[in-house]
Nanobody, 124 residues
Framework: QVRLVESGGGLVESGGSLRLSCVAS????????MGWYRQVPGEARELVAD???????RYSDSLKGRFTISRDNNKNTIYLHMSALRPEDTALYYC??????????????????WGQGTQVTVSS
């Protein structure tokens, strides 16, 4: 079994910063791309940023410059550093990863996994 566990969310004032973390654990052969999405109730989940195993990053155009994604491959962990937070950044932030699992039959194709989410609330 593979799990993704996010942490670091909370309540912050407008203009403040937070760092989210997401750790992948379990029967992992290889972690491919990982990323962060966010969702507000009643709206679709949207991409925040993602990062390949080689460190190539992609950001939502509206968030570029305020959010930074990074990765520690040795720890199967990604981070999202968020600065200059605004009330409209309030959302449930989810981690996702494409992971090949260990198997007695050898590693198969990567599967997509999601964490449970961590709430970020920005007060005005």
């Amino acid at each position: 079994q593979v799990r993704l566990v996010e942490s670091g969310g909370g309540l912050v004032e407008s203009g403040g910063s937070l760092r989210l973390s997401c750790v992948a654990s379990g029967s992992i052969f290889r972690v491919h791309h990982m990323g962060w999405y966010r969702q507000v109730p009643g709206e679709a989940r949207e991409l925040v940023a993602d990062i390949t195993a080689n460190g190539e990053t992609r950001y939502s155009d509206s968030l570029k410059g305020r959010f930074t994604i990074s990765r520690d491959n040795n720890k199967n962990t990604i981070y999202l550093h968020m600065s200059a937070l605004r009330p409209e950044d309030t959302a449930l932030y989810y981690c996702t990863a494409a992971i090949q699992q260990r198997s007695v039959y050898g590693p198969g194709a990567p599967d997509d996994f999601w964490g449970q989410g961590t709430q970020v609330t920005v007060s005005s």
